[in-house]
């Protein structure tokens, strides 16, 4: 897992929600979780899962 750090100070509501935005763009399966602290989001967590299935015609 990679964590990036973005300064956030002096952003504005579009801003974080641009940031948000993107951690939605192409997630298929999992979740983005928006953390909160002091009226503030201080961190954005896009945690994205694969499923995988057999080939047709085959059981596990």
């Known amino acids: ?3 990036t750090l973005r300064n956030l100070e002096d952003q504005d509501e579009a801003s ?3 940031e948000i ?3 939605l763009h ?3 399966f999992g979740a983005v979780e928006i953390t909160v602290h002091n009226g503030q ?3 954005i967590e896009r945690k994205e899962k694969f499923r995988l299935q057999p080939p047709a ?3 596990a």
Do not use: E
Request: charged share 20%.
């Open 1 to 3: 897992m990679t964590a």
């Open 16 to 18: 974080i929600l641009r």
């Open 21 to 23: 935005r993107s951690a």
């Open 26 to 28: 192409g997630l298929k």
């Open 41 to 43: 989001v201080v961190q």
């Open 57 to 59: 015609g085959k059981h």
